[in-house]
């Protein structure tokens, strides 16, 4: 059968169709088939009034099916949707649903997946996951494998109360606590961190506190280490140590202290060596050495130690054997006034090189020399001459001895036959009494304490008493001999030459006090 450019047809009883038919063009206005009732294709298919289409067997499409302008239904299975897709349930594991990528239960936006009515449905016919409209409740938990995905300011919240909350605002993350402590655990029951309202906020390890805030800073429970330093910003704050604050570290804008209070009794620094150095760590200024010496540098060069031998060493200003400023003694804040002792020393490889130099301030900023010892001995001023040193100073007492004139002779009062040897001089005093048995050989006296030198001689004064001066003599003279070790006495005065005093010049009661003055080796 064929109809062909058919304007309108009406059809209220039905047309039954055996084989194959084919329409070709219906109404040239809009090529439709009107149906007035019910079009029956075989025992399968029914083609109702009002559009619907009621097939019991299998329906094959070699293209895409597509209801109305929201649903396109494509020949390999895939669904197409632009509207609201309603079930009562969804069986499956969802192992064919991918890249849903913005899905929502119960709202309005779009992309969504509507089950139920919204009174406690069940979700995959399980009883753990349930969705009364607004809440998704989960019996059980929730394992993802990505991870979840929120937006700005929603929160993820826990506890009935919800009492435990994370979000982000856009800007910051915030984990907030509104019901008891907050602890992070590290391992099961072992708290990490704790967190008290209105309180301290606490740090473990291990399961054991370390450090804790307090009303007043923070309190550590063992030792601070740091990589770096610790700071105490501002000035004049303490850094504090010991039960009582007993020491403090502190700088107070200008300078810095180390401050043992009242109730630290001593000061200790404890090392092997300790230095003070300058702030470059460059240049030593002090060391202080273990078992050792204590050391004083300026500029890096020491300038005096301890010493277990000579107990200090004081360095010259530079190691030179010419005679540098190495110590003023002075009064105090007069420094640089010119007043005060310099001592000078020198050193060397050799005797000649070493001495001592004493300088006196002369109140005008200058100093003049006025002392130097050295191996030559004590020289005067600024001389420097070997021949006008001191070099030797000694007194005591000597006993006389006779050499000629009588047998022996007796000595004064105690003390009174002395001596003084002041460089190479020489100065005598002694008395001498009771010349026994004396005879006419020239009187002569020995044993001086230092020989005369050679090519010198010495002469002295006398007091004599009951001693016969002889014609034209008025006076006794001491003379020393040169080369020897005696005295010789001889009587002066008008006469034309001089007389030496023999034994019996002298009375029983004889005696003679006198000084005499040589050059001795």
Same mark, same amino acid.
């Given at each position: ?13 039905? *047309? ?10 219906? /109404? ?14 075989? =025992? ?5 009034? =009002?559009?619907? *289409? ?43 649903? =991918? ?47 990505? #991870? ?24 910051? =993350? ?262 026994? /048995? ?33 014609? /034209? ?45 040589? #050059?001795?080796?």
């Amino acid at each position: 059968m064929s109809l062909t450019k058919i304007g309108s047809i009406g059809i209220n009883t039905g *047309i039954a169709f055996a084989g194959v038919t084919t329409i070709v063009t219906l /109404n040239t206005a809009n090529d439709a088939l009107s149906i007035g009732a019910t079009v029956n294709v075989g =025992s399968g298919i029914t083609l109702g009034a =009002s559009g619907d *289409i009621f097939a019991t067997g299998v329906s094959t499409f070699s293209g895409n099916l597509k209801v109305g302008s929201g649903v396109t239904i494509s020949p390999d299975g895939d669904g197409f949707y632009t509207g609201v897709v309603t079930a009562t349930s969804y069986y499956g594991d969802g192992s064919n649903l =991918s890249n849903i990528t913005s899905t929502t239960i119960n709202s309005n936006a779009d992309n969504r997946l509507i089950t139920g009515s919204g009174t406690a449905n069940t979700l995959n016919g399980e009883s753990n996951l349930t969705f009364d409209g607004s809440t998704l409740t989960v019996t059980g938990s929730i394992d993802l494998s990505s #991870h979840l995905d929120m937006g700005d300011s929603d929160v993820v919240k826990l506890g009935d109360g919800d009492d435990f909350q994370l979000y982000h605002d856009g800007s910051n =993350s915030y984990v907030t606590n509104s019901t008891g402590n907050l602890y992070i655990n590290g391992n099961g029951t072992e708290k990490s961190i704790a967190c008290v309202p209105d309180g301290t906020v606490e740090l473990y390890y291990n399961n054991s506190k370390k450090l804790e805030t307090t009303n007043t800073g923070v309190s550590i429970t063992g030792k601070l280490e740091t990589t770096t330093f610790i700071s105490v910003a501002a000035d004049n704050q303490d850094l504090k140590v010991g039960a009582g604050d007993d020491i403090k570290l502190f700088h107070d804008g200008t300078d810095s202290f180390i401050h043992g209070t009242a109730g630290t009794r001593y000061l200790k620094i404890r090392a092997a060596e300790t230095r003070m150095v300058n702030e470059a760590n460059s240049e030593i200024i002090a060391r202080f050495i273990e078992d050792g010496a204590v050391e004083l540098y300026h500029n890096n060069i020491k300038k005096l130690q301890t010493n277990d031998t000579y107990g200090t060493i004081l360095s010259n200003t530079t190691d030179n054997a010419a005679y540098t400023n190495a110590l003023l003694l002075t009064r105090r804040g007069y420094e640089t006034s010119g007043y005060g002792v310099i001592f000078q020393a020198k050193g060397g490889s050799i005797s000649s090189q070493n001495g001592l130099n004493i300088r006196l301030g002369t109140g005008s900023g200058s100093y003049l020399d006025k002392f130097t010892l050295d191996n030559d001995g004590l020289k005067f001023g600024g001389d420097t001459a070997a021949a006008n040193a001191l070099d030797d100073y000694e007194e005591g007492a000597w006993t006389v001895s006779l050499l000629s004139g009588g047998t022996s002779i007796a000595e004064g009062g105690s003390g009174n036959n002395r001596y003084v040897k002041i460089g190479s001089m020489v100065f005598l005093t002694f008395e001498i009494t009771t010349l026994a /048995n004396p005879d006419g050989n020239t009187f002569e006296v020995g044993n001086l304490p230092y020989a005369v030198a050679s090519s010198r001689e010495g002469t002295g004064s006398c007091m004599s008493n009951h001693i016969t001066y002889g014609t /034209n003599r008025t006076m006794i003279t001491t003379y020393a001999y040169s080369g020897q070790s005696k005295l010789r006495f001889y009587t002066s005065g008008n006469a034309t030459n001089w007389r030496a005093i023999t034994g019996s010049d002298f009375t029983v009661s004889g005696s003679i006090i006198g000084t005499i003055a040589y #050059h001795t080796v």
